[in-house]
């Protein structure tokens, strides 16, 4: 396929019809949620509500501007130089979406489990409320770099089009499973993400650290022995929180951290361990110099 052809198909494409009705439902069902809350009377923070909307304005004017084409332009290098193609039929729309699926668990997970990754996600784990809203709290930092991870899908024969659509679909579904709302749903709750099994998630209760990464499926997790159930009552928000509701430092207070760690290494080594090692290492010295950890911690496997 040309590169025209496939930029035409961002436009064109029937597919597109599902993402922007999809879209319009998110936005529906968090309108009615707002609605639900205030005539209720349900306890909510409503600055960190107002601030999730102001990083979601953000997001997508960045997303239809500066990112909007750099994820596929990086791909199609990679979609040139593999001799494998996968036409694009109801089938491998199938296929792609679990393909991507599989990718979004693994990507999620090394989010969580590596400190300049986790610098961007921490944003959406930083409210310390559950809410649909909760849902459009996305650090506009990730577009520079999540593409990245769909290179192995793109060299399987997948064109950029159908990998960053289906990768999409993957995050719109999980859009309703940011509430408390809806409760246990029985066997759902063992096969697909939902609220309860988000709720999880977002829990900073040392039990559900590092647990349920998937995004439609949980096959993922119980594979690699990541799931867990609802069981406590969820706290959440990070194990250290930041305690702000200013759009802009919840998007970069994790960069400031890890600079701040930084600027305190004493060689190259750690600097590098700092930026690109797990959550909670620290060079020893640190230690002996009465220095704690940085508001980063969420997950309790990075060593």
């Not at 349920?212 to 928000?237: A, H, P, Q, S």
């Not at 929180?241 to 060689?267: A, L, M, Q, S, Y």
């Not at 750690?270 to 690109?276: E, G, K």
Request: proline share 3%; glycine share 6%; hydrophobic share 45%.
């Amino acid at each position: 396929m040309s590169i025209e052809y496939l930029v035409s198909l961002f436009d064109f494409h029937q597919i597109m019809l599902v993402v922007a009705t999809l879209f319009v439902v998110n936005m529906t069902i968090t309108g009615v949620e707002i609605i639900l809350d205030l005539t209720t009377k349900k306890e909510r923070r409503w600055k960190d509500t107002v601030a999730n909307c102001a990083i979601f304005v953000a997001h997508q004017v960045i997303e239809k501007t500066a990112f909007a084409s750099f994820g596929f332009v990086a791909l199609l290098p990679f979609y040139y130089l593999t001799p494998l193609s996968i036409p694009m039929t109801a089938w491998t729309w199938l296929l792609a979406l679990l393909v991507a699926d599989f990718t979004y668990y693994w990507m999620h997970r090394l989010e969580h489990e590596h400190r300049i990754l986790w610098a961007s996600h921490s944003v959406h784990h930083s409210s310390e409320d559950y809410n649909l809203t909760v849902g459009f709290r996305l650090s506009v930092v990730e577009g520079f770099f999540e593409w990245a991870f769909l290179i192995p899908m793109i060299l399987l024969g997948f064109n950029p089009f159908q990998a960053l659509v289906a990768l999409i679909l993957v995050a719109q579904y999980q859009h309703w499973v940011h509430t408390e709302r809806v409760g246990k749903l029985g066997w759902l709750d063992e096969v697909f993400n939902t609220p309860s099994v988000h709720r999880v998630h977002h829990g900073s209760n040392a039990q559900y650290l590092d647990k349920n990464y998937g995004g439609i499926l949980m096959i993922w997790d119980k594979m690699f022995g990541t799931f867990e159930r609802e069981d406590e009552k969820v706290t959440y928000g990070l194990t250290r929180n930041i305690h702000t509701n200013n759009p802009v430092k919840i998007t970069f207070v994790e960069f400031g951290n890890i600079w701040r760690d930084v600027k305190k290494c004493r060689i190259m080594g750690d600097r590098l361990r700092i930026i690109f090692g797990g959550l909670s290492w620290r060079p020893d010295y640190f230690r002996s110099a009465n220095d704690t950890p940085s508001q980063d911690q969420h997950t309790k496997t990075a060593k």
